[in-house]
């Protein structure tokens, strides 16, 4: 069932190139994925890969939602728990457990980051249009990097602003660290 579900998703990342044809809705498209029964989506334009779960190298002194790095072609990419970012209990990886690489905007530039998803679900064309903000919870909740809610199929799926959210102070900058590695690695 994984190699189905893989394969469908990997499918509709090959498709993000295609130009939507004049005259077409310009929806955005996004990759969407479960953690603790909730869907969350992503903008497909920022996903580079989808891998399943593999171990990474750990990080001394790493807080416990850093899993580690891994090497992907060169090029050291750290790997986040989101569930451990969003304080939900951890649970035991399975062969359904699968890697997001994504191309995340800094004030640097760009780095690439993967997250610890429970699993993939779907893409999804959407519009800004159907799309909700966020509700206002004050200052305990920190939801600038929602970019939204929308309802699919009878069901909330959270849109993430994954630029905003992989950035945000209580996800360390490991951009300095990955070059060191990358260094060490080449020597």
């Known amino acids: 069932m994984q190699t189905q579900q893989s394969v469908s998703v990997e ?3 090959m498709q993000v190139g295609e130009t939507p044809e004049a005259g077409k809705s310009t929806n955005n498209q996004y990759l969407t994925f479960i953690m603790a029964n909730e ?9 580079q890969e989808i891998r399943g779960w593999e171990s990474a190298t750990p990080l001394p002194n790493a807080p416990p939602h850093i899993k580690g790095v891994i090497n992907l072609r060169g090029t050291i990419v750290p790997i986040i728990d989101l569930r451990q970012c ?11 457990t699968v890697v997001i690489v994504l191309k995340v905007q800094t004030s640097d530039g ?11 679900s779907d893409v999804y064309s959407l519009s800004e249009n159907d799309m909700r903000s966020a509700p206002d919870l004050g ?4 939801t600038d990097f929602i970019r939204g809610l929308v309802n699919v199929d009878e069901k909330m799926v959270i849109l993430l602003d994954i630029d905003k959210l992989l950035t945000l102070d209580d996800i360390p ?8 590695l990358s260094a060490e690695s080449i020597n």
């Open 110 to 120: 760009s780095r690439t980051m993967g997250i610890v998803v429970d699993a993939v």
């Open 39 to 47: 869907e969350y989506g992503v903008d497909i334009l920022c996903v």
């Open 139 to 142: 200052n305990a909740v920190n």
């Open 11 to 13: 499918s509709a990342v």
């Open 173 to 180: 900058n490991l951009s300095s660290i990955a070059d060191k």
């Open 86 to 96: 969003f304080g939900l209990n951890g649970i035991e990886y399975t062969p359904v």
